[in-house]
């Protein structure tokens, strides 16, 4: 799988780094998606996943920060509900064995007891005595319970099960929601009763308010069936059914997300006060603690889309202009490169030419002895028939080699040696020197000639006759290329390198891609009659030679342009072969 | 005006054909196919002018010639060749040839090196 992968990496991107065999737009466009793909994954890949571990981090911190009140607030009001149940369970404790059935029963004692106790805490209701059968024996308070029956009440099972017992709330007999607290008293005589207070259940729910709450907050208590035993301001009154579930019972206090029936996502803070099925909680709307991560959120999103949108554009123009650099160096590379197959192959012509014309001259030679051997011969013979007609035929093959000789001469000029005929010379002389040879043919049909920048033009060393021959050359295409009437510019500017550009223009006929391209090879003559094809062959390899170059532009119709470059100095190997 | 000339080129049918034109003329002309003949028939008979291919089997030429300027510094060479070009003003990149001449050479071009070079030595014989 990896390995795979690996070679569909390599195939896609080696493809796209390979030396190209030729330019092509679409290779380029396709290399710069892939780059500034690649690239725009790389920086934006640690950038969503920081922005998501961020929103994560952030995200628990907030939960944290939801959570921490609430835990506060349960683990507050249950130190001092438990405080509260626990001082006045251990009260009615004490009573119960302080005094006996009989001492409680008897006068005002009871009355006493509840007084002091009334003065000393709050919260109490009433107080009476319970004895073995259920019934009420003595009371204190405002209700007529003297002699009520609470043999079926479940708080008194509760209570002979377990010695002391605290209530849920209940309406009771009295039909008020209250909460009892029951001591089982077992004396030496054997005699069983229970004292019972009870409690006022706004006392617990000032207990429950006093740890002051929020706004959004709400705190209450309820039973283990989900029953309010505390007034909640959200949801319902005491003893009304709790509209939320019920956490499993936890003395532990716990924070929980909860939804209500509307599916509004809450924090609730839960605890078992200890002693009692009563559960303590807190809860708080989920979605109003969230207000400031969400706007917290809008702005990181709005940065996170603002980098990626910084690194897409960096990334398009950062490719963009490197493939761009790429494809001009390629491009260059590839044009020098066919430059150089274009010079290549015009020296191996050259050679070539030269060793055809090498081969071709011993014969000649042979046949140009032979020729004029026989006109000697003939020329001492008196007359015959036919001897004028075959000195005519001698003479007409002596042209003939002459004119063989004449080619072959010229092709070996290609490439003969160049011993130093080097001088320091200034070319604005050479092409005046040239057009003075040109003017009388120039002047005749109309055509004018112009040169330019040749004051300025710096002096080079070089070979005078050949450069005269090369412009010889350039100019007389010119003129023939141009009509009557027509217009030749000879331009020079100094190049880069010391060296010095002459620019032949001319507005005549033009000439066509097909050739254009093989304009410098050799016998390529577009002058049928008149030429031999051999003199731009012979002006490419004399420019070659003085270490310069040269190059043409041309359009049909609209005229053309020779451009010569010539170094300062030729080259320490001008003497060699083109 | 007959002329001494040694004439030294392996391509036979041109140098006899040569040959005999110049004898036609009246010059003494001897034929040699290869430099080191060239080298011992100037030794039998010093020429007035030698007339050397420059490139023949054997000892080339450009050898001949430096060992006939050598041993007899003022007899003129000339040079024909069909490899080396020389310029139209006639500028002879073989030092010490009196003349070098690329083939086909035009025989009233080379008869008149040939006058003119004889003339170079003073030896010119009636």
């Given at each position: 799988m990896l390995a795979s992968l690996k070679t569909k990496f390599f195939d896609a991107f080696g493809h796209?780094?390979?030396?190209?065999?030729?330019?092509?737009?679409?290779?380029?466009?396709?290399?710069?998606?892939?780059?500034?793909?690649?690239?725009?994954?790389?920086?934006?890949?640690p950038l969503l996943l920081l922005t998501g571990i961020n929103h994560a981090q952030y995200m628990r911190t907030l939960e944290r920060e939801m959570e921490n009140p609430l835990y506060a607030l349960v683990r507050k009001s249950q130190a001092s509900l438990e405080l509260f149940l626990g001082?006045?369970?251990?009260t009615v404790s004490l009573i119960a064995h302080a005094y006996n059935f009989d001492e409680l029963t008897s006068g005002t004692t009871l009355t006493r007891v509840f007084m002091a106790l009334k003065s000393e805490f709050k919260g109490?209701?009433?107080?009476?005595?319970?004895d073995d059968k259920g019934r009420q024996v003595a009371y204190v308070g405002p209700y007529e319970l003297l002699n009520a029956d609470y043999a079926k009440q479940p708080w008194l099972h509760e209570t002979q099960v377990k010695g002391r017992y605290i209530s849920d709330v209940f309406l009771g007999l009295r039909g008020i929601p209250h909460m009892v607290i029951a001591v089982q008293r077992m004396e030496e005589s054997g005699r069983t009763w229970t004292l019972r207070v009870t409690i006022d259940t706004a006392q617990l729910e000032e207990l429950v308010a006093s740890v002051g709450l929020m706004q959004d907050t709400d705190a209450f208590l309820c039973d283990a069936k989900g029953v309010l035993q505390t007034n909640s301001r959200f949801y319902g009154k005491t003893l009304e059914k709790l509209p939320l579930s019920l956490p499993p019972r936890s003395l532990e206090t716990t924070v929980r997300h909860i939804s209500d029936a509307e599916g509004t996502r809450l924090v609730a803070a839960y605890t078992t006060l200890a002693g009692t099925d009563l559960t303590l909680m807190a809860v708080k709307p989920a979605t109003d603690l969230l207000r400031p991560w969400t706007s917290l959120r809008s702005e990181l999103l709005i940065v996170l889309c603002g980098?990626?949108?910084?690194?897409?554009?960096?990334?398009?123009?950062?490719?963009k202009h490197l493939?761009?650099?790429?494809?001009?160096?390629?491009?260059?590379?590839?044009?020098?490169?066919?430059?150089?197959?274009?010079?290549?192959?015009?020296?191996?012509?050259?050679?070539?030419?030269?060793?055809?014309?090498?081969?071709?001259?011993?014969?000649?030679?042979?046949?140009?002895?032979?020729?004029g051997l026989a006109q000697d011969l003939l020329s001492m013979d008196g007359d015959f028939p036919h001897k004028q007609k075959l000195i005519g035929l001698l003479q007409s093959i002596e042209s003939t080699v002459e004119r063989a000789r004449s080619i072959t001469h010229r092709l070996l000029g290609f490439s003969r040696r160049m011993e130093a005929h080097q001088q320091e010379l200034s070319l604005g002389e050479i092409v005046e020197e040239t057009i003075g040879f040109m003017e009388r043919g120039a002047k005749n049909r109309g055509v004018s000639i112009t040169t330019e920048g040749f004051g300025e033009a710096p002096r080079i060393v070089s070979d005078r006759g050949q450069l005269q021959?090369?412009?010889?050359?350039?100019?007389?295409?010119?003129?023939?290329?141009?009509?009557?009437?027509?217009?030749?510019?000879?331009?020079?500017?100094?190049?880069?390198?010391g060296g010095v550009k002459v620019q032949v223009s001319d507005n005549g006929k033009g000439m066509s891609e097909e050739v254009r391209k093989h304009i410098f090879e050799p016998f390529y003559s577009t002058k049928k009659d008149k030429g031999t094809g051999l003199g731009m062959f012979i002006t490419y390899g004399i420019v070659r030679r003085l270490g310069g170059d040269i190059d043409v532009e041309s359009e049909e119709g609209r005229g053309t342009t020779f451009t010569i470059t010539l170094p300062h100095m030729p080259p320490q190997s001008a003497g060699g072969d083109a | 005006m007959a002329l001494?000339?040694?004439?030294?080129?392996?391509?036979?049918?041109?140098?006899?054909?040569?040959?005999?034109?110049l004898g036609l003329r009246g010059h003494h002309v001897r034929v040699v196919y290869d430099g080191l003949s060239a080298l011992a028939e100037m030794e039998k008979e010093l020429p007035q002018v030698m007339v050397i291919d420059w490139m023949m089997p054997g000892l080339s030429g450009e050898e001949v010639l430096r060992k006939v300027k050598a041993a007899h510094a003022g007899l003129p060479v000339?040079?024909?060749?069909?490899?080396?070009?020389?310029?139209?003003n006639g500028q002879d990149p073989v030092a010490g040839a009196f003349m070098c001449l690329t083939k086909p050479v035009a025989f009233a071009t080379l008869l008149d090196a040939i006058t003119a070079a004889a003339l170079s030595s003073g030896e010119v014989r009636s």
């Open positions: 796209a780094f390979e030396v190209p065999d030729e330019v092509s737009p679409e290779r380029y466009r396709s290399l710069r998606r892939i780059m500034t793909w690649l690239m725009v994954a790389v920086s934006v890949t001082e006045r369970a251990s109490f209701v009433d107080m009476g005595l319970v980098g990626i949108a910084i690194i897409v554009i960096v990334s398009h123009l950062l490719m493939v761009g650099r790429l494809e001009a160096s390629d491009e260059r590379r590839v044009a020098a490169f066919a430059q150089m197959e274009h010079n290549q192959k015009l020296s191996s012509i050259g050679r070539l030419a030269a060793g055809v014309a090498h081969e071709v001259n011993n014969p000649l030679a042979v046949i140009n002895e032979k020729a021959q090369v412009f010889l050359n350039l100019m007389g295409n010119a003129l023939d290329a141009v009509a009557d009437g027509g217009a030749i510019a000879v331009r020079c500017a100094a190049a880069d390198d | 001494h000339i040694l004439l030294a080129d392996d391509e036979r049918e041109f140098v006899e054909t040569l040959a005999e034109r000339i040079v024909l060749t069909g490899h080396q070009a020389v310029d139209d």
